[in-house]
DNA sequence: GGAGTTAGTGATTGAGTACTAACTTTCTAT
DNA sequence: ATAGAAAGTTAGTACTCAATCACTAACTCC
C-alpha cells in the first residue's frame, strides 16, 4: 500500500522486530512475524537487511540507545537524589507503557551469552557499548558515583526480572521498592 | 550402552537440559541436541516427559530450586551481615564454577512472559512459586527485613546481566559491587 | 527357560523457516 | 513521454525440528 522511502521501512522494521524479539527471543521468532507485523512481505525484509542476525542486531542497538534516552532526558538538569528519582520515575512509566522494552532488553542480555559462546564477538562489542552508555547516563546525574550507579542499575534489573515473571503490584516482592514501582505489576497488553 | 531406569534418566535428561537450555533458550535448543548429551536417541526423550516444554519447565524448576538450596546451605546457622556475606560468596562460587545457572535462570524469567502472554499461566505460577521459596531462603537469614532481601536480590539480577553479557573482570562495571565480584567477569568455557 | 515388563532405537513425517531468484509496480528526472 | 531506479511481490528451495510408530534388546521373577 503507502510506499515508504528504504530508510523509514528499516525504521518500521526495527520497532517491529523489537516486540516481535521481545516475546520470542532470536530464535523464536521469525522473519515472517516481523514482516506480518510490519505490512510487508516477508522477502523483502532481506532487501532492507542482510538477514534476520543483522535485524536483531539493529533492534538491540535501539533498545539500549532508547533507553539511554529515556534516562539522560529524565535526568535533565537535575543532580544526586533529584536525579535519582527522575530516573526511577522515568523507567517506570516507560515499561508501564512499553512492557515490550524490559523483555527486549532481557532477550538482549541473554543472546550476548549465545553469540559469545558461539565466537561471534561483534554483538557482544556492540552490545557492551550500548549498555556503558545506558550507564553513563546514569552515573552522571547521579554524581559520578559508582556505587550509586551499581545501585540503581541493580534495582532496574531486579524490576525487570520481577515485571517478566509477572508479579502482580499486590504483591510482597514489590515492598522493598520505591513507591511508585507498585505499579509496575503486570499491565496486560 | 548403560541401561538406567526411567527415573535416573529422567534426571540426567533434566542436568542436560539445563545446559543446553542455558545457551539457546526455549527456541534454541533442538531436543536432539539434548538427548546426544544424554547420550540417548531423540524419541527416547518423548517417552520421559510428554513434551519438549515439560522438560524444559522441569529443568525451570530444578534451576531455581538449586540456587534456593546454595543460599539455604551458605547461611544455615548465621544472620545479618555474616549470612548476607556469605550467600554472596556462595552465590559468586556457584556463576563462577557452573556459569549456565545463571543463563539457565535469564531464560526462564523471559520464557515465563512469553508463555504468559500465550495464555499458558501454569509456567508462571510454578516459576513464581519457586521464585518465593528462592525468596524466603534469602529474606529469613537477613532477619526477615524486606529491604535488605529486595536489595540482595538486585545486586544478584545486576550480576547474572553483567555476566551474560561478558564484562571481563577488571572492567569498571564491576567497581560497585562487594569484592569477590571481582572474580565474576566472563570465565571461558 | 520362558512370559512379561522395561529401556531403548531407526525410520519417517509434516510443519515451519531463513533465504534466493525472477518478476511487477510506482516514483522521479530529464 | 520515457528511461531508469527504487519499492515491493510471488513462487520456490533447502533445511531443521518436534513428535509418532513400529520395532528390538535387556532385565526380572516364577
Redesign the pocket.
Known sequence: ?????????RESVIRAAMKEFARGGY?G?????I?RRV??????L???F????AIFLAASERCLADTRRVFEEAAEGLEGEEALHAMANAYTRLITEQPDRLLMQMQVYVAVAAAEEAGDHEFGEAVRAGWMELWESVHLPLGADVGETTTFLAYGMLVNTLVAMGFPPEHRVWEGFYPSARLLGRLEK
Chains 1, 2 share one sequence.
Open positions: 500500500m503507502a510506499r515508504m522511502s528504504a530508510e523509514e521501512r530464535h521468532t521469525s522473519t515472517e512475524a514482516a505490512g510487508v512481505s516477508q522477502p523483502y532481506f532487501r532492507l542482510p538477514g534476520k542476525k
